[in-house]
């Protein structure tokens, strides 16, 4: 089957930018500049995107409209607080409610695509802030893109939406948003809370409000947990809970911050196990919903070493051909990374050097802390789908 592909960009989401913060939007600008010199915004089947920011009443769906006015008057008054804003997290900057919504609006404009029929997949790599609350700037995060356009599609008739976040950051907004809503499952997995932000949710009991049990999934890994253990906890939980939940289409969100040059978090995968991940959604999106992806990006902080190799992989996938590993970066994306952050080497490969092979889950494999970890996540939320948790086959 032919797949197309909307890619979403504009040089104008790069206004989302707080400054002297890890969330440089130089991370962006690299990514989309990698993806062009490898080709990869030149496959056929591809189609550039340019969008508009999100309404008035997109966000709303979301976020309450006192914070909304909130994040608008926040960059007028330098002694503003409240709302999560003007935070060493969230600083306020000049523009910010028309940047996010701009972020908004290109997730809503990825989401749009896939659901109506122009595109069989869709990306932005800008979006992916999953950490905004409905009432609260959090984590790096003004306004929620994944929830908002989530909504938005609920409101044009979707009634079965799986969410898989796999930033090293339990996708909490996006759990809140849709916590009591049975159309959506949302699944992270994610560096355990008692090591990271947001420090308070993501752990396995989480498992869905008052009629919508066993739609929040959470893999909650320990500290240190590299490409083997991941992809394990990964094939272990995330495809069985999907398929029985059964989505018409399936977001991700693609955060490159569990790589382990990532310097704000601490587990361990390679760019070859975040490939590895990109192409195991999409073969879930090519099994279940007849293509139907779309995929953000999120965090990442190692802005030159990391997030363009493995966003530019995840383009690669959500367009056509995985890259080979051992493709070489251009050197005028080279050359261009080095001028825009001198104090960083840009890499010269797309791989770590890895080559991640997919374990078997199997009950009782001992004391190691990542099985326990996908026990935990199992015995919590697969018979609320009519799975064994002890049952690899389920």
Same mark, same amino acid.
């Given at each position: 089957?032919?797949?197309?592909?909307?890619?979403?960009?504009?040089?104008?989401?790069?206004?989302?930018?707080?400054?002297?913060? =890890?969330?440089?939007?130089?991370?962006?600008?690299?990514?989309?500049?990698?993806?062009?010199?490898?080709?990869?915004?030149?496959?056929?089947?591809?189609?550039?995107?340019?969008?508009?920011?999100?309404?008035?009443?997109?966000?709303?769906?979301?976020?309450?409209?006192?914070?909304?006015?909130?994040?608008?008057?926040?960059?007028?008054?330098?002694?503003?607080?409240?709302?999560?804003?003007?935070?060493?997290?969230?600083?306020?900057?000049?523009?910010?409610?028309?940047?996010?919504?701009?972020?908004?609006?290109?997730?809503? *404009?990825?989401?749009?695509?896939?659901?109506?029929?122009?595109?069989?997949?869709?990306?932005?790599?800008?979006?992916?802030?999953?950490?905004?609350?409905?009432?609260?700037?959090?984590?790096?995060?003004?306004?929620?893109?994944?929830?908002?356009?989530?909504?938005?599609?609920?409101?044009?008739?979707?009634?079965?939406?799986?969410?898989?976040?796999?930033?090293?950051?339990?996708?909490?907004?996006?759990? *809140?948003?849709?916590?009591?809503?049975?159309?959506?499952?949302?699944?992270?997995?994610?560096?355990? =809370?008692?090591?990271?932000?947001?420090?308070?949710?993501?752990?396995?009991?989480?498992?869905?409000?008052?009629?919508?049990?066993?739609?929040?999934?959470?893999?909650?890994?320990?500290?240190?947990?590299?490409?083997?253990?991941?992809?394990? *906890?990964?094939?272990?939980?995330? =495809?069985?809970?999907?398929?029985?939940?059964? =989505?018409?289409?399936?977001?991700?969100?693609?955060?490159?911050?569990?790589?382990?040059?990532?310097?704000?978090?601490?587990?361990?995968?390679?760019?070859?196990?975040?490939?590895?991940?990109?192409?195991?959604?999409?073969?879930?999106?090519?099994?279940?919903?007849?293509?139907?992806?779309?995929?953000?990006?999120?965090?990442?902080?190692?802005?030159?070493?990391?997030?363009?190799?493995?966003?530019?992989?995840?383009?690669?996938?959500?367009?056509?051909?995985?890259?080979?590993?051992?493709?070489?970066?251009?050197?005028?994306?080279?050359?261009?990374?080095?001028?825009?952050?001198?104090?960083?080497?840009?890499?010269?490969?797309?791989?770590?050097?890895?080559?991640?092979?997919?374990?078997?889950?199997?009950?009782?494999?001992?004391?190691?802390?990542?099985?326990?970890?996908?026990?935990?996540?199992?015995?919590?939320?697969?018979?609320?789908?009519?799975?064994?948790?002890?049952?690899?086959?389920?």
């Amino acid at each position: 089957m032919d797949r197309t592909t909307a890619v979403v960009w504009d040089p104008a989401l790069l206004s989302y930018d707080m400054g002297a913060h =890890p969330m440089n939007p130089v991370r962006i600008e690299l990514t989309m500049a990698l993806a062009r010199d490898l080709g990869l915004l030149d496959r056929p089947g591809v189609q550039v995107i340019t969008p508009k920011p999100a309404t008035e009443s997109d966000l709303t769906r979301v976020h309450r409209a006192d914070y909304i006015d909130a994040v608008r008057a926040a960059p007028d008054d330098p002694f503003f607080s409240g709302w999560g804003l003007n935070t060493p997290d969230n600083p306020v900057f000049d523009g910010m409610h028309d940047a996010s919504a701009r972020v908004c609006g290109a997730t809503i *404009a990825a989401a749009e695509a896939v659901w109506h029929g122009s595109a069989t997949r869709a990306v932005n790599v800008a979006g992916g802030l999953h950490h905004a609350m409905a009432a609260r700037a959090s984590g790096f995060c003004v306004y929620n893109d994944p929830a908002v356009a989530i909504a938005k599609l609920l409101d044009q008739g979707a009634q079965r939406i799986a969410y898989l976040d796999v930033d090293v950051h339990h996708g909490d907004g996006v759990q *809140a948003a849709f916590y009591d809503d049975p159309r959506v499952l949302t699944v992270s997995l994610h560096e355990t =809370p008692l090591a990271l932000f947001p420090w308070n949710s993501g752990f396995a009991t989480e498992t869905g409000g008052g009629g919508a049990d066993g739609t929040a999934v959470n893999v909650p890994l320990p500290p240190g947990t590299g490409d083997a253990g991941w992809l394990r *906890a990964f094939h272990a939980v995330v =495809p069985s809970v999907v398929r029985a939940f059964a =989505p018409e289409i399936i977001f991700s969100q693609c955060g490159a911050d569990a790589h382990f040059l990532d310097p704000l978090a601490d587990l361990g995968l390679s760019v070859d196990g975040q490939r590895a991940a990109y192409m195991a959604m999409r073969d879930l999106a090519d099994e279940l919903c007849d293509g139907r992806w779309v995929a953000t990006g999120g965090g990442g902080y190692a802005l030159v070493e990391v997030v363009p190799r493995a966003w530019s992989h995840l383009l690669a996938v959500a367009t056509g051909e995985p890259l080979d590993p051992a493709t070489r970066t251009p050197e005028t994306w080279r050359r261009m990374a080095g001028q825009r952050w001198p104090s960083a080497e840009p890499p010269r490969s797309m791989t770590d050097g890895r080559d991640p092979v997919v374990e078997q889950w199997t009950p009782g494999l001992g004391d190691d802390p990542v099985d326990r970890a996908i026990l935990a996540t199992r015995r919590a939320v697969f018979p609320l789908h009519g799975l064994d948790p002890d049952d690899p086959r389920d």
